[in-house]
């Protein structure tokens, strides 16, 4: 007998509240669904690392698992060694150490969040609070972006998407930029020069050491508008994983 459930992973982190925030999201998740549904982390949450979730489903009788990557790029590259070492594909894009998981349950894999509409609502509703006047302002999409060219270009790709999105969605101007190569300070000053506002708004997950330390350092003495707020929390995240569930569920 076919037994469904549901895996979310995500990265992790030592603070609990960026956790707290994940956990969430997913029993959010769990409600509108009649199937096992575990969160899991690549690193840093002990007890409940991948291999946890895999075990706690399969322990519930779960013979078909979907894994929902929560990772905001499909240019991550913690995407492509976690379907390796899930099965999924055979090579990595990129030589990881991730070991191959003890997985008895057959593996479908999600979408990471990309230039989802759900999520550009989810990235303007963030930063609404910091427009006065959206036909002359342009809000920066910030993510982290990748040194490795092959994942770089996805990240690029998937965040330009978003920003035409975002752009539909604000009515202002929108563009991206990188940690990795590093085009954050080069972006707000085209834009000043263009006479647009800045408004910077941070492709993370949850707060953290990039929305906290990172970026504003990036930002220094330019003159531009920067609250730090993620995508979680957010009611929308929940649907967006439920609507791959459903589809899961029902293809």
């Known amino acids: 007998m076919m ?5 979310v992973i995500s990265h992790g982190s030592r603070e609990e509240t960026w956790v707290s925030l994940v956990d969430e999201a ?16 690549l690193e840093l949450v002990e ?53 191959p998981f003890e997985v008895k349950a057959r593996v479908h894999f999600g979408t990471p969040v990309d230039d989802d ?15 006065c006047e959206p036909s002359k302002e342009v809000v920066l999409l910030v993510g982290h972006g990748s040194r490795h060219e092959l994942f770089r270009t996805r990240w690029e790709l998937g965040i330009n998407s978003l920003a035409l999105r975002v752009a539909e969605v604000s009515g202002t101007f929108a ?29 993370f997950l949850s707060e953290g050491y990039f929305t906290e330390k990172v970026i504003p350092d990036q930002l220094e003495g330019l003159l531009c508008r920067y609250s730090g707020r993620t995508l979680l929390p957010h009611p929308l995240l929940p649907q967006w994983m439920l609507r791959q569930v459903r589809t899961f569920l029902n293809p």
């Open 3 to 7: 037994k469904s459930g549901v895996l």
């Open 47 to 99: 007890g409940r690392l991948i291999q946890d979730g895999i075990l706690a489903l399969e322990g519930q009788g779960v013979t078909d698992m979907l894994v929902i990557p929560l990772f905001v790029s499909s240019g991550s590259t913690h995407i492509d060694e976690i379907a390796y070492a899930l099965g999924v594909k055979s090579v990595p894009d990129k030589e990881t150490d991730l070991e």
């Open 117 to 131: 509409p759900d999520i550009a609502v989810m990235v303007w509703d963030k930063v609404r609070e910091l427009s």
């Open 175 to 203: 563009d991206a930029a990188l940690l990795n190569p590093g085009n954050i300070r080069e972006k707000v000053v085209e834009w000043k020069e263009r006479g647009c506002e800045v408004i910077v708004a941070p492709l």
């Open 26 to 41: 997913v029993r959010e998740l769990a409600k509108d669904v009649d199937v096992p549904v575990v969160a899991s982390y």
